[in-house]
């Protein structure tokens, strides 16, 4: 057996509009890898009030059937693997408390934050999106910081989304901000596998040097969007060595439903 993940929280379906393959496919790919845990955290639906819908995301009525399915899946190949299902979400406070009574009443295993929006992403630009204000980087780093203080979200996904393009010594101060408030929190931070796969902004070498400077813990994230993302091992090797070069504090597994 190579040396891949034990472990992996962050994977999406085909609900989101942008991942393909089917639940089965991931899962029996997860089990070949030598993957023992297994966790669904497709995009979060949100609860639009003027019949907006979106384009990278599952609807509200949507996600009984999504949990439904996994927990199915979950229950025939539980002899092979432990099967999760929850949501990546991004904290935004207008739909926060509708967002949480769906989570509950659906009895979801958790949530991970993967802040890609500042607001609704009908008024709020994705935050990978490239600036030089500093007002952004600032904002990005509040918005987290309160979403992770609700105690709701297991960890943070690449926390390096943010695109800033200004001065060093910004973006060494608010991410220094960021991961100090993590480790207050005990919230482990993402090394994005698929970011490395596809060459986007994150993982960041320059965020994770900040990181393993104020000695965040780590876990990596795989953000399957198909059957291949789970079978990636070049880029599993490229993301630790990320976490080698900067001594980063990696975790093989995390604590669900306690
Ligand atoms: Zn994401
Ligand atoms: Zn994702």
Same mark, same amino acid.
């Given at each position: 057996?190579?040396?891949?993940?034990?472990?992996?929280?962050?994977?999406?379906?085909?609900?989101?509009?942008?991942?393909?393959?089917?639940?089965?496919?991931?899962?029996?790919?997860?089990?070949? @890898?030598?993957?023992?845990?297994?966790?669904?955290?497709?995009?979060?639906?949100?609860?639009?009030?003027?019949?907006?819908?979106?384009?990278?995301?599952?609807?509200?009525?949507?996600?009984?059937?999504?949990?439904?399915?996994?927990?199915?899946?979950?229950?025939?190949?539980?002899?092979?693997?432990?099967?999760?299902?929850?949501?990546?979400?991004?904290?935004?406070?207008?739909?926060?408390?509708?967002?949480?009574?769906?989570?509950?009443?659906?009895?979801?295993?958790?949530?991970?934050?993967?802040?890609?929006?500042?607001?609704?992403?009908?008024?709020?630009?994705?935050?990978?999106?490239?600036?030089?204000?500093?007002?952004?980087?600032?904002?990005?780093?509040?918005?987290?910081?309160?979403?992770?203080?609700?105690?709701?979200?297991?960890?943070?996904?690449?926390?390096?989304?943010?695109?800033?393009?200004?001065?060093?010594?910004?973006?060494?101060?608010?991410?220094?901000?960021?991961?100090?408030?993590?480790?207050?929190?005990?919230?482990?931070?993402?090394?994005?596998?698929?970011? @490395?796969?596809?060459?986007?902004?994150?993982?960041?070498?320059?965020?994770?040097?900040?990181?393993?400077?104020?000695?965040?813990?780590?876990?990596?994230?795989?953000?399957?969007?198909?059957?291949?993302?789970?079978?990636?091992?070049?880029?599993?090797?490229?993301? @630790?060595?990320?976490?080698?070069?900067?001594?980063?504090?990696?975790?093989?597994?995390?604590?669900?439903?306690?």
């Amino acid at each position: 057996m190579q040396d891949f993940l034990k472990a992996n929280y962050h994977a999406h379906t085909f609900r989101c509009q942008h991942a393909n393959g089917t639940e089965r496919e991931y899962i029996e790919a997860a089990i070949d @890898m030598g993957i023992e845990t297994f966790g669904f955290s497709d995009h979060i639906p949100c609860p639009f009030q003027d019949g907006f819908v979106s384009n990278i995301r599952m609807t509200m009525d949507q996600a009984g059937e999504y949990v439904g399915c996994i927990r199915k899946l979950a229950e025939e190949y539980k002899d092979d693997i432990k099967i999760y299902v929850g949501f990546e979400a991004e904290y935004i406070p207008e739909f926060y408390p509708q967002q949480m009574a769906m989570f509950r009443s659906l009895g979801c295993d958790y949530m991970i934050m993967g802040q890609h929006f500042f607001k609704s992403e009908k008024d709020g630009p994705y935050t990978g999106t490239p600036t030089n204000d500093e007002s952004r980087i600032r904002e990005y780093v509040d918005i987290v910081i309160s979403g992770m203080e609700t105690g709701s979200y297991l960890y943070l996904a690449h926390p390096d989304i943010i695109n800033y393009q200004g001065m060093d010594s910004v973006y060494d101060w608010e991410m220094t901000r960021l991961c100090r408030r993590m480790k207050e929190l005990q919230i482990p931070l993402e090394v994005n596998v698929l970011g @490395m796969a596809e060459g986007k902004q994150y993982p960041a070498d320059r965020f994770w040097k900040v990181a393993g400077e104020v000695g965040n813990d780590v876990v990596l994230g795989l953000d399957a969007h198909c059957v291949n993302n789970i079978k990636d091992v070049d880029n599993y090797r490229k993301c @630790m060595e990320l976490v080698e070069r900067h001594h980063l504090h990696l975790l093989d597994e995390l604590t669900i439903g306690e």
